[in-house]
């Protein structure tokens, strides 16, 4: 008999199989937001990709987040997983501090991982461990920041050929 | 003095590499790529060993625009996505918006938009299949089908006033309703696109060439093309029945009576049938909209969100303010992040928007189907020549633009 999933299930299922890496579950719009431990992440996608019931077997979207007020959880990478078996879809976090911006590669479970860290990489510097290729995707090659962390304005801020008080500022 | 580096790619070779295989560019800006995409491509011959693609040659920083932008003045970013189908984007964007608010649409609403969104697929198929047919040497097609792609635009001009990157409709539903001279053009086109595309069909798909030019030419399979993030046309081609309009109905898709074409090979000609039958589902698809089309408002009623038209402004105090509360950004968003995705012309275009309140996204990530499934584009191509490589290119249907946001 075919088990009925929803987001309860997922919910029990993780926490019973990984009872100390799951550090928060919240369910935003009908979709789940767990947050894990950093360090447990590519554990628990290969865990939900290959379990029997949940069968999560598409990354969906993988990108980064920055918070710069939340002190030691400044940088965030957010998987989006899609079971092609059950429509389940859920949404998993992994927080870090900024000082130490390193995330396992997913690149081993599914292929799509790659270009989806270097985009990670390459707007918010998070580095992955273990990444065949780990280089800027968008920008030009010798950029030298990271241009969708929060500090950074919208305009070039190296440029020194538009004043402010030319445009109104 | 030091000996010299015989270095392609970064990567040094030695001299029996560089005697063995050749390097081309192929790219940024070659014709027969349809768009700017680099390929440094390490061939024996002909043969393909390997590619080196880069992007981001046409990278407009959208995802940090859309942080500093209102999230009505975050629509015509998303028309630069994929300027093939922009409505579509249009819409999901509008959409992704009314899931965060949580705003009922008027059925009405839903119907208008997936004729809209329907036309807008016949777009896009139609440049990806006709360009395919020009890949492989038949120009003729191409000119012919592409009268009915101007007939949509002209629609699209009809209902929003532009006709590429579009703008189409608002948060909370369209601007206006469609005048009678758009409802008697959509009917034209029904009644008629089919005689046409009935024609570029046996003019193409039986054609012997266009069959050795495209059958088992860029091949993937189902396992492979999962794996690697494929969505859309591309991934119904290599026979997985995934299509994000029956797997998560939006729009009030469930509605409406339509198949999902499967291939079975994942070639350039199974790509190819599958965005043709496609398009005939999507005649289907406006066909029973138009005849269902429900009575009602062409807009929900979201004041906080959807401008006041000039009349309220002028005339009423309660339309001035509304007005003024959208322009200056005063309205209430509610803080939560949502993922909203929709069948794009090349796949599941995903919305990832995490509120925190303010009159901006305080991240907005577009999943964009494109820049996922060209990374499959090395691996399609190895073994293959030199010439398959373009068509094999045009099959993925990769648009410049949804490749680098």
């Given amino acids: 008999m075919e088990q009925q999933i929803n987001n309860h299930l997922i919910e029990s299922l993780l926490r019973e199989q990984f009872a100390d890496a799951v550090i928060q579950v919240e369910e935003s719009y009908g979709m789940l937001d767990i947050t894990v431990q950093r360090d447990k992440i590519i554990e628990i996608l290969q865990w939900l990709r290959d379990h029997s019931v949940l069968q999560f077997n598409f990354l969906t979207s993988m990108n980064g987040m920055h918070f710069p007020e939340v002190k030691n959880k400044e940088l965030s990478m957010v998987y989006h997983l899609h079971s092609f078996f059950t429509n389940a879809r859920i949404r998993l ?23 989806m860290e270097r985009e990670a990489f390459d707007f918010f510097g998070i580095r992955f461990t273990g990444h065949p290729d780990l280089r800027r995707i968008l920008n030009v090659e010798d ?9 950074y304005p919208l305009e070039d801020g190296t440029r020194t050929d538009k004043e402010d008080k030319y445009f109104g500022r | 003095m030091a000996k010299q580096e015989n ?3 970064g990567v040094v070779q030695t001299e029996e590499e560089l005697k063995q295989y ?21 061939l024996d011959g002909e043969i393909i060993v390997d590619a080196q693609p880069t992007i981001g040659y046409i990278h407009r920083a959208f995802e940090k625009l859309a942080e500093h932008r209102p999230y009505y003045q975050v629509t015509p970013i998303t028309d630069r996505l994929n300027y093939c189908s922009s409505p579509i984007n249009n819409i999901g964007w509008h959409m992704t918006v009314e899931k965060l608010i949580k705003a009922e649409m008027p059925k009405r609403v839903d119907y208008m938009r997936v004729i809209i969104m329907e036309l807008a697929r016949i777009a896009d198929h139609i440049i990806c299949n006709s360009v395919i047919a020009v890949d492989t040497g038949a120009l003729t097609g191409f000119l ?10 002209e629609i699209y001009e009809l209902i929003c006033g532009t006709r590429l990157t579009t703008n189409i409709g608002r948060i909370g539903g369209f601007e206006r309703d469609f005048s009678d001279d758009v409802w008697r053009r959509i009917e034209e086109f029904v009644n008629e696109f089919p005689k046409a595309l009935k024609e570029f069909e046996s003019m193409v798909m039986r054609n012997r060439i ?16 999962l794996n690697y993030g494929f969505t859309g046309p591309n991934l119904r081609a290599a026979g997985v029945d995934y299509d994000v309009r029956v797997m998560n109905p939006y729009c009030s898709y469930q509605d409406f009576d339509f198949i999902i074409p499967i291939g079975s090979n994942g070639d350039t000609y199974d790509r190819f049938c599958v ?3 496609e398009m005939w589902q999507s005649l289907h698809i406006i066909k029973q909209a138009m ?4 009575a009602g408002d062409y807009k929900a009623d979201v004041p906080e969100f959807y401008l006041p038209p000039k009349e309220d402004v002028y005339n009423s105090m309660e339309g001035l303010i509304w007005h003024f509360k959208i322009v200056m950004g005063e309205v209430h968003v509610p803080k939560g992040q949502v993922y909203h995705s929709v069948e794009g012309g090349n796949g599941e275009l995903g919305f990832y928007l995490v509120s925190d309140g303010g009159r901006q996204p305080y991240r907005l990530h577009f999943r964009r189907p494109c820049f996922i499934y060209y990374q499959a584009y090395p691996e399609m191509i190895k073994g293959a020549m030199l010439s398959d490589a373009i068509i094999t290119m045009s099959s993925m249907n990769v648009i410049a633009g949804e490749l680098d946001a």
Avoid at chain 1, 94 to 115: E, K, M, Q, R, Y
Avoid at chain 1, 143 to 151: G, I, S, V
Avoid at chain 2, 144 to 153: M, T
């Fill in chain 2, 22 to 42: 050749n390097y081309l560019n192929l790219g940024p800006t070659h014709p027969a790529t349809h768009g700017i995409f680099q390929n440094i491509l390490k």
């Fill in chain 2, 291 to 294: 005849q269902k089309m429900p």
């Fill in chain 2, 144 to 153: 012919y089908v592409f009268q009915w792609r101007e007939k949509i635009y």
């Fill in chain 2, 275 to 277: 965005r043709e039958e």
């Fill in chain 1, 93 to 115: 976090h992994v927080f870090f501090p900024i000082s130490d911006p390193h995330v396992p590669t997913a690149t081993g479970l599914w292929n799509t991982a790659n270009w």
């Fill in chain 2, 7 to 9: 270095i392609v790619n």
């Fill in chain 1, 143 to 151: 950029m030298l920041y990271h241009p969708l962390l929060k500090q």
């Fill in chain 2, 210 to 225: 266009f069959m050795d030019r495209t059958i088992k030419v860029g091949p993937i399979t189902a396992e492979k093309a």
